[in-house]
């Protein structure tokens, strides 16, 4: 049976400390123990139980969390403050590239960052600066692999460059090249690190495509001479008719000619003047043969004609002169009769069909790449019309006005190829002949090159070049 002990206050009978039982033994309260006066008391005896909220107080205070180890994320409801990260060491940050491209002729560069280097228009001189710390980074980038064309020039601005004092020129000038120029300290000062110059690899894949190129047509032939009777001049070869199909695998650009219309004959010069030729030149170049010139008449009797990629016409009492195999027809024998001819070839794009290889001819009407011109011009001396003109071929060739017995033939029409008409009298000439014409076509309506006019139709590009220029395929 427990002993019971009534009393209102215990005090220590010396000093100030008050034991209650042994070593080991357990000490019961039954009732409520008022903490209130307990300081100085240690946490490590404290080994169960919890202590409730409401003995904290609002606001904890500072401590610096030295000795919280093993303080798990889902114990922090509330929003953490913002870390100052200046006391961190050792991290890398990387490059800060810019993000406007370098065109100009002077740049001032700062350390942490990376340029793009475009000197196409210019060379470009890059200061550094002035003052550096060890492990300070620059770099720069041939950005339109130019440097070989226009350099690169780096003023080190009063510090050392690879050990030599600023005094020195640094220059670079390999297309696509690359630097990584580190700050190694004030001995040696700034010193590459990387040093590369890349290839040159990304090209298109190559691009089947269709082309048709047509050269300029011939000029007609004049009869000059004056005399009673029948009289015609031959007309104009037409130009050089060649198409086909090719890969292109020339990506720095093609060049395209377009070749002109000839002129018509005159007096002293009766025979019309050949077209130029058109080309591309592609890997395995194609060029058309520019049409040959019509006969002619003059004191002297007949002047013949010119061969070309279709030969140019005979005058009434001459022949024809020969074309180019594979790209026109030979031309037409003065006084040979209304015989129509076409040599068979024919390209359809944007909407236009050409029809192929057409020959001068005095007295026929003739289809032609563009057409051959063709006329006849009988009169006497008084201008006396005694036989009608004849028309110039189909797809644009020239004719003789029939208007009067000395007349200046119709000129071929531009860009078809078309020969020029005869004509007659002196100081009269043989119309000039029209020019040339190139197209290119591949398949698809998204331009995968430059040059020409570019239009689609069909499911097709089309570049069509009327005057020389560049295909560029761009991929």
Not at 125 to 145: C, K, M, N, Q
Not at 410 to 428: I, L, V, W
Request: a negative charge; hydrophobic letters at 25%; one cysteine or more.
């Amino acid at each position: 049976m427990a002993s019971e002990i009534n009393v209102d206050k215990i005090t220590p009978q010396t000093g100030t400390t008050l034991e209650l039982g042994d070593n080991g033994d357990t000490i019961t309260v039954t009732g409520t123990l008022d903490g209130s006066g307990l300081t100085g008391l240690n946490a490590t005896n404290l080994t169960s139980g919890t202590v409730p909220n409401a003995r904290f107080p609002a606001t904890l205070p500072a401590a610096s969390g030295a000795n919280l180890t093993s303080l798990t994320s889902g114990n922090l409801t509330g929003a953490l403050p913002a870390i100052d990260g200046s006391a961190l060491t050792g991290i890398e940050s990387g490059t800060d590239w810019q993000s406007t491209i370098v065109t100009g002729s002077t740049l001032t560069a700062v350390a942490g960052r990376g340029y793009w280097i475009n000197t196409t228009s210019n060379q470009c001189t890059i200061t550094f600066p002035s003052s550096a710390s060890v492990g300070d980074t620059i770099e720069l980038v041939d950005y339109a692999r130019t440097w070989g064309t226009n350099k690169i020039i780096i003023n080190s601005n009063g510090l050392n460059y690879q050990g030599r004092p600023d005094t020195f020129n640094v220059e670079y000038d390999t297309s696509g090249q690359g630097l990584r120029i580190v700050y190694s300290g004030a001995t040696k000062g700034w010193i590459p690190t990387s040093d590369e110059v890349s290839e040159d690899n990304p090209v298109p894949q190559p691009l089947s495509v269709d082309y048709l190129s047509i050269a300029g047509g011939a000029g007609g032939g004049l009869d000059a001479f004056q005399t009673t009777g029948t009289r015609a001049a031959g007309g104009g070869g037409a130009g050089g008719f060649l198409s086909g199909t090719t890969t292109v695998t020339n990506f720095s650009g093609i060049a395209i000619t377009v070749g002109g219309g000839g002129a018509g004959g005159a007096g002293g010069s009766e025979t019309g003047t050949n077209g130029s030729n058109s080309s591309i030149a592609f890997t395995s170049a194609i060029t058309s043969i520019g049409g040959g010139g019509g006969g002619g008449h003059d004191s002297g009797g007949v002047v013949n004609p010119n061969s070309g990629g279709s030969g140019g016409g005979g005058h009434q009492t001459g022949a024809g002169a020969s074309g180019t195999t594979g790209q026109g027809s030979n031309g037409r024998n003065g006084g040979s009769g209304n015989t129509a001819g076409v040599d068979g070839k024919s390209w359809s794009g944007n909407s236009t069909t050409y029809a192929g290889g057409g020959a001068g001819n005095s007295k026929s009407s003739f289809h032609g790449g563009g057409g051959g011109g063709a006329s006849g011009v009988d009169s006497a001396p008084n201008g006396t019309v005694t036989q009608s003109a004849y028309t110039g071929g189909l797809g644009g060739g020239g004719a003789s006005s029939g208007t009067s017995g000395n007349v200046t033939g119709t000129a071929g029409t531009a860009n078809t190829g078309s020969g020029g008409g005869g004509g007659s009298g002196d100081g009269y000439r043989g119309g000039a002949g029209g020019s040339g014409i190139v197209i290119i076509k591949y398949s698809g309506t998204t331009a995968k090159a430059t040059g020409g006019t570019i239009t689609t139709s069909g499911g097709n590009t089309f570049h069509t070049f009327t005057s020389s220029g560049t295909f560029t395929y761009t991929g």
